[in-house]
């Protein structure tokens, strides 16, 4: 790969997480004037220990795909870069289901581990409070099951100097998550006029909503480049 598509792949890397970064750092104002600090503080409750399966559930594999397949791809090794994508997305797959039945059936675990008794709302109670960080947590564990594996396929193609499939999934993704989310926020509790809580849970669901939307973007590239991977293959 040449020093200019090199330079331009990493600028359109680094401009698509930019993009995503900053709005991710906007739509937190009308989110939080919609659900108010005690709705910022649930939906944080809820992706802290998501983050951490997320952490755990991932294990760096898609960096390493990216590093190994973009070695035997240098060497004309390309089945061998195929195999191990393979036989990583299916430890991934196990991985991403693991995590999520640890967080899905945990959560109520994990609410009572995470809960500051001093913050519990006026006129709420503990059980309450409770109930309502493992619907969060829940409602938020379902992205696990397609996260690890969407990271895996970035790494692949990464594998093979392309940043664009990366950059354009990370943009639709945080797109389509913060659509959901402002439009899920803003009709439980402006049209339906439902709880702080239900509305914070299906905030945390558009993380499952946006990843979805990636992984069609994914597959998108993947059967518009197949025939050129299985040619290099051949």
């Known amino acids: 790969m040449s020093n200019s598509n090199i330079l331009r792949g990493t600028m359109l890397l680094t401009g698509a997480t930019f993009f ?9 104002i ?5 659900v108010g600090s005690e709705g910022g503080a649930l939906f944080q409750y809820g992706y802290t220990p998501y983050n951490i399966m997320l952490t755990i559930s991932t294990v760096g594999l898609p960096l390493a795909i990216s590093k190994f397949v973009s070695k035997y791809n240098s060497l004309g090794d390309y089945q061998t870069g195929r195999r191990m994508y393979r036989s990583a997305m299916i430890f991934m797959s196990i991985t991403g289901f693991l995590s999520f039945l640890i967080l899905y ?3 109520e675990t994990i609410a009572h581990w995470i809960l500051p008794v001093d913050e519990i709302p006026e006129g709420a109670t503990l059980a309450d409070s409770v109930e309502d960080i493992t619907i969060v947590i829940q409602m938020v564990s379902f992205a696990l099951l397609l996260i690890p594996g969407m990271s895996l396929t970035r790494g692949f193609f990464q594998g093979y100097e392309s940043m664009g499939p990366t950059a354009i999934s990370q943009v639709v993704e945080q797109i389509v998550r913060i ?15 439902g709880s702080i809580a239900t509305a914070v849970s299906f905030a945390t669901f558009a993380a499952f909503v946006g990843a979805i939307a990636s992984c069609i973007v994914l597959w998108f590239y993947w059967k518009k480049r197949k025939s050129h991977l299985d040619k290099s293959l051949a």
């Open 20 to 28: 995503s970064k900053f709005l991710g750092m906007l739509y937190v």
């Open 30 to 34: 009308p989110f939080f004037a919609l």
């Open 105 to 107: 059936l945990g959560a």
């Open 179 to 193: 659509l959901f989310l402002l439009s899920a926020a803003f009709l439980v509790v402006k049209v339906f006029e």
